[in-house]
């Protein structure tokens, strides 16, 4: 691989898919709630 990437980059921008399974939406969606730290800045407000 060093031989064919020589001087470029190996990563390239692209897309990532994935399979769950069995699992269904809901559940997914269970588990985002209760283990996915909320976003700071959507509470985020500058007021006049």
Same mark, same amino acid.
Do not use: S
């Given at each position: 691989?060093?031989? %064919?990437?020589?001087? %470029? /980059?190996?990563?390239?921008r692209g897309?990532?898919?994935?399979?769950?399974?069995?699992?269904?939406?809901? %559940?997914i969606q269970?588990?985002?709630? /209760? /283990?996915?730290?909320?976003?700071?800045?959507?509470?985020?407000?500058?007021?006049?």
């Amino acid at each position: 691989m060093k031989k %064919r990437y020589w001087g %470029r /980059h190996f990563w390239a921008r692209g897309y990532f898919c994935v399979t769950v399974g069995d699992m269904t939406e809901e %559940r997914i969606q269970e588990y985002l709630d /209760h /283990h996915v730290e909320p976003d700071p800045a959507r509470d985020f407000r500058v007021e006049p």
